[in-house]
């Protein structure tokens, strides 16, 4: 059974910086392309960032490009989203997810908890 | 603004068959880019529904039917059950952002 666990959230004030891990498990970690999709309190998702099976390539959303970095260890199954220079429109629930296929843009069958990330002085 | 639009909300009477449309562009799902829908029930993470504009996850009831045409997808839900009341969001790729893009989600009311 796929299992997506997030952790890192919390309250942040603006401009300042956190970083998120999803430990994943019941899969083969490095067979897949794996996201960041967030949301904000009582709005739709946004897709953030995702990155390849290696590693070898990433991809971000205009709306945090420059100040998100995401990565892996597929030595420890774990994905991270390092997020600096926060803004309070970052203010969202932060979901991984992993696609139900090797496509980087497959849809999304595995989806963690979430973790709520609240940027604010 | 989302790249694919929905409407904000629908609404049915049990029993009664509902759709949602999703509106995208030529750099989406007018590109070929398949449409994947999600089910979001309050306070809780998506589920998929449909992936690949209409194909059903293992446990997904047959109620639930997707498809695709031109740039536009949509999602039927037939039977309608009181437990289906839920936010639907659409997903697809778009190649100009290099990324993927979501609907901004449509509120489906049970009367």
């Known amino acids: 059974e796929v299992q997506l666990v997030e952790s890192g959230g919390g309250l942040v004030q603006p401009g300042g910086s956190l970083r998120l891990s999803c430990a994943a498990s019941g899969f083969t970690f490095s067979s897949y392309a794996m996201s960041w999709v967030r949301q904000a309190p009582g709005k739709g998702l946004e897709w953030v960032s995702t990155i390849t099976g290696s590693g070898g390539s990433a991809y971000y959303a205009d709306s945090v490009k420059g100040r998100f970095t995401i990565s892996r260890d597929n030595s420890k199954n774990t994905l991270y989203l390092q997020m600096n220079s926060l803004r309070a429109e970052d203010t969202a629930v932060y979901y991984c997810?992993?696609?139900?296929?090797?496509?980087?843009?497959?849809?999304?069958?595995?989806w963690g908890q979430g973790t709520l990330v609240t940027v604010s002085s | 603004q989302s790249v694919l639009t929905q409407p904000p909300s629908v609404s049915g009477a049990p029993g009664q068959r509902v759709t949602i449309s999703c509106t995208g562009s030529?750099?989406?799902?007018?590109?070929?880019?398949?449409v994947h829908w999600y089910q979001q029930l309050p306070g809780t993470a998506p589920k998929l529904l449909i992936y690949g504009n209409s194909n059903r996850p293992s446990g997904v009831p047959d109620r639930f039917s997707g498809s695709k045409s031109g740039t536009s997808a949509s999602l039927a839900i037939s039977g309608l059950q009181a437990e289906d009341e839920a936010d639907y969001y659409c997903?697809?790729?778009?190649?100009?952002?290099?990324?993927?893009?979501f609907g901004g989600g449509t509120k489906l009311t049970v009367l």
């Open positions: 030529s750099s989406n799902i007018g590109a070929g880019s398949d």
């Open positions: 997903q697809s790729y778009d190649s100009s952002l290099s990324g993927s893009v």
């Open positions: 997810a992993k696609p139900n296929s090797g496509y980087n843009y497959g849809a999304f069958s595995g």
